[in-house]
């Protein structure tokens, strides 16, 4: 089906900007790795979803794709958030450090 092309393409593009990008832990990794594996299975073997669903209770096995697709989503935008959050304090770091030298030099001068 081209529709199962179309979201074996996406989702490779995905995992490759996340693996080149912003993946820097072993746990990240693997969870998304686990997730991108799951989906990419689910696409391949739509019955294989369908009963999958069926075991957790979820209507239709593209519902659950559905569900896993947006699971993936919010573990990426979390780690983002911890990245921006970390890239924060290294730059407030950055910030102070370059203040106070900037303030010994005119100190120096000064005198």
Do not use: C
Not at 7 to 15: M, N, Q
Not at 53 to 62: F, I, P, Q
Not at 90 to 100: A, D, G, H, N, P
């Amino acid at each position: 089906m081209i529709i199962q092309a179309i979201l074996f393409v996406l989702l490779l593009i995905a995992a490759g900007i996340y693996f080149r990008y912003f993946s820097h832990h072993m746990a990240g990794r693997l969870l998304v790795l686990a997730i991108g594996v799951v989906l990419f299975v689910f696409i391949l073997f739509p019955p294989l979803a369908h009963r999958a669903a069926w075991l957790l209770g979820v209507g239709r096995g593209v519902d659950l794709i559905f569900y896993l697709a947006h699971a993936f989503l919010l573990i990426l935008v979390g780690m983002l958030y911890i990245k921006q959050k970390k890239q924060h304090m290294i730059i407030t770091e950055l910030v102070r450090k370059i203040s106070l030298e900037r303030a010994r030099r005119n100190d120096d001068a000064r005198d």
